[in-house]
């Protein structure tokens, strides 16, 4: 969107249209409210942007089907001509005809026509420049057919518009729509207006409405029309004639064609030779290339020829260089309430309930109630909004704030007077931080830079993420972390999305389903949307199939690009590989059962007392996990908490899910703890509250604790290219994944399923061991005094094997004292020397053909409640050729 500099934010409000609330569509459900169908439409208004239109910025939805939209306004219009009785010059009336035609025109390009064209509806900046009011308030209206009111103004209507009369769906005596009004009914509008400009004052002012109704129909008799109406309106018609130039006369000719067939188009009006002295002063109007496009973003970028023109001075007004949806966000988090503003100004008026009842007759035809509501009719007022309490809430911010450095020097910077209650609020709850008015401002310019500079700049954005993400650019804020580059547009749009597949049926099905609690994405609009996203994955995706949860993950994104299909199916191709590969196969029973049996022995290993008593119950991940993995939690999650959930998962690696669902189940270890198998079921069918933020530090920490190869699966996405990990410049263990790494000898060996199944705890890799160990060449280790080792290796060889190689700070604990032949326990290993090492990671390590012994004896340390238990997976023998084994010195 475009700065907003010298505008208003302005709101205006109206009602659709109320439906029968007994009636069901042809599927069996509700009909879709109106309003809701009014929301959808309107979200493509958002991208409609162009010097001659007001920008759209948002609509929210109240009670009763009330609609409140917010847009770019500007006081003045060409209403004030009127109001003064002053006529315009002849090139001022050619001028502001040019540029009404140029948003006309623009409009007409993106498939939409005004038809609400009037005086007070053509705004003008503090330049004098044209600004087209309510231009989307027949398209997100269905052509009017969602409300109770017409769409336009009879004085400016076109006689075709007039002749077919208003329609109503719900009206019986109506049995088809009107076609919907092309571009030539707002050259008609035009031509009113221009005529009113240069007469001074409104036509058929003083004629009543149903006169006016009758004069522009018998216009179709006049060949003349533009005469006939200065004729009427008391005009001397040779006179006025004899004022006016040639050109504007022809220019009125032109756009007072009575019939529509004959009546030029904006864009065939823009190349008349009329307006060749005009053009002239006009430069074509270039959209700004968006993110992910293959053209050059700053192709349009220059120079000032006076460099210190960028230099701002102390007074400069820095909030209106940003761009209007920032303003209106940041005026929302200061306070601002779109009600309360229409209610002060009245706009908004509440009535007793005793004074709406209805209309009822009696049997010998006598009325009683209330008329028509007068208020559900459009109230075309618009309500400029103060930016007042937002100006005065960032009054302390200083203007360096809003043009932040990328690099190091930063820090030298001078700080602001709330530099130390930014450095605080960083220290808050996510929920909080989202609502601070001034630590959003800041964050979002920041984004808002390294974005610009994407993907150069992409090792700053992961950077930054990691604090937290900015609720207003999210949807870009994670393609960056998706790694999304390229012409993403050119390739969405060379997918077939229209012709029928076998799977259009399961999605018309699902669909439906998916999170309709959301305005968005239950409108019709959403509808479409998610149809044509999910197909274009199913058809450039010939190997994987639908599967039901595949709209549960697409909804994220699309909710997020609502306006943008091409990204969101970026998005979500980039994510599925990602953390669901290979999820989506027709026969895809071995990649679940590998997941869950992961994901248990994950369980063990950070809770063995909860493991051990879902094991006893019978309560096993394939009855819970399958719908949280397959669709990454969105199936489980409302979208708000889906957000703060993905903004950490998309920072992780693959491996993360894991640590978010044992996190999860951690939060009902309780009630899990006292209850049995039904009570679980029960407890499962309807998830009670999850505390998100709670949810995503305890997973960041269970990941931390979590060695990389203890989550290794065969079927995970293979490694990418030498050089490519994916995730930029600052990839580190929190990021990276076990898989991307180069295999070595000292790498974890692939199991086979039914011996993944057979172990309780995970396997870490030699590499790891050594990792986490910190183990140098000589058998020393890099640790200093201060510092504690997170794990500890348990050799359970005997003592004599032991003695000839064992790795540095390992203990020995012999299996054969502490389990007998056939697997009873002589001794518990914990009771004694482990007992000082709980909470560490513990390595079972043994001899490779021995393996069981390993298997068996941390199995029985997770029997008795030992967390963080793993098995070194080759055992010893993968250790012998690093010449890392320690040699006991012989005793003198």
Known sequence: MRPL????????????????????????????????????RFQILKTITHPRL???????????????????????????????????????????????????????????????????????????????????????????????????????????????????????????????????????????????????????????????????????????????????????????????????????????????????????????????????????????VSLFSSSLRCAH??????????????????????????????????????????????IIQSKPPVCTLPNFLLEDGESFGQGRDRSFLLDDTTVTLSLCQLRNRLKDVAGEAYYPLLEDEQSSLPQSN?????????????????????????????????????????????????????????????AALLGIEGDIQAKYDSIDKDTPIPTDRQIEVDIPRCHQYDELLSSPQGHIKFRRVLKAWVVSHPDLVYWQGLDSLCAPFLYLNFNNEALAYACMSAFIPKYLYNFFLKDNSHVIQEYLTVFSQMIAFHDPELSNHLNEIGFIPDLYAIPWFLTMFTHVF?????????????????????????????????????????????????????????????????????????????????????????YGKTATYYSSDYQDMPKTDLSREPLALSDLKAEVSPRVSAEDLIDLCELSPGGSTKRTKASKPKIVAVDIRSVEDFSRGHISGSINI?????????????????????????????????FSHCQHTAEYFAAHLVKVNFPRVCILDGGINKMKPTGLLTVPSPQI
């Open 301 to 346: 970028l220059e120079l000032p020829e006076d460099i210190s023109d960028l230099c701002k001075d102390d007074d400069e007004d820095y909030l209106s260089e940003r761009a209007i949806d920032e303003v209106y966000h940041l005026w929302c988090l200061a306070g601002g309430d779109l009600e309360k503003e229409l209610t002060n100004k009245e």
């Open 54 to 288: 007001c920008q759209y910025v948002d609509i929210s939805r109240g009670k009763h089907e009330r609609l409140v939209v917010v847009a770019e306004h500007y006081e003045s219009s060409l209403s004030d001509f009127q109001k003064q009785g002053k006529t315009v010059s002849p090139e001022k009336v050619l001028q502001i005809a040019y540029e009404v035609l140029e948003g006309l025109d623009f409009m007409n390009k993106h498939g939409m026509v005004h038809r609400a064209l009037s005086a007070h509806n053509v705004l003008m900046d503090c330049k004098g420049n044209i600004k087209l009011a309510k231009f989307g308030l027949y398209h997100m209206t269905d052509h009017g057919a969602d409300v109770d009111f017409p769409i336009g103004y009879p004085s400016y209507l076109a006689p075709e518009v007039i002749a077919q009369g208003s329609f109503h769906p719900s009206d019986p005596s109506h049995d088809e729509a009107p076609l919907p009004s092309g571009p030539k009914t707002d050259v008609w509008s035009l031509g009113v207006l221009l005529f009113e400009m240069c007469a001074g004052r409104r036509l058929l002012q003083n004629i009543d409405i149903s006169e006016r109704l009758k004069f522009i129909l018998t216009l179709g008799n006049c060949q003349t029309s533009w005469r006939l109406i200065l004729c009427v309106t008391n005009y001397n018609c040779p006179c006025a004639l004899q004022e006016l130039p040639e050109n504007v006369l022809e220019l009125l000719r032109k756009c007072l064609t009575f019939h529509p067939s004959k009546r030029p188009t904006p864009a065939e009006l823009l190349g008349d030779p009329l307006f060749n002295g005009v053009s002239c002063l006009y430069t074509p109007f270039q959209k700004v």
């Open 418 to 478: 709330s530099s130390n209650e930014l450095s605080a609020t960083v220290t808050l709850p996510l929920i909080i931080r989202e609502r601070d008015t001034e630590y959003q401002l800041i964050r979002i310019i920041l984004f808002d830079r390294l974005l610009k500079a994407y993907p150069y700049k992409k090792n700053l954005v992961w950077k930054e993420a990691r604090v937290d993400i900015p609720p207003l650019i999210r949807g870009l804020a994670w």
């Open 5 to 40: 500099r010298d505008a208003q934010l302005g709101a205006f409000t109206f009602f659709a249209s109320a439906l029968p609330h007994d009636v069901c569509g042809s599927n069996g459900l509700p009909l879709t409210p109106n309003s809701i169908k009014i929301l959808g």
């Open 638 to 726: 409302p979208l708000h908490k889906i957000f703060h959930l993905w903004d950490t998962l998309l920072l992780g690696n693959s491996s993360f899910p894991f640590c978010i669902g044992v996190a999860i189940l951690q939060q009902l270890r309780d009630r899990l703890l006292a209850n049995g198998f039904n009570e679980c079921i029960l407890l499962f069918s309807d998830l009670p509250e999850i505390d998100i933020e709670k949810c995503v530090r305890e997973s960041i920490n269970l990941f931390c604790w979590t060695p990389k190869s203890a989550t290794y699966r065969q079927h995970a996405q293979p490694p990418k290219a030498a050089g490519d990990n994916g």
């Open 814 to 846: 012999p299996y054969s004292t502490a389990f007998g032949p056939d697997g009873e326990v002589l001794q518990c290993p914990a009771a004694g020397a482990l007992q000082n090492f709980r909470g560490r990671v513990i390595v079972s390590v043994s």
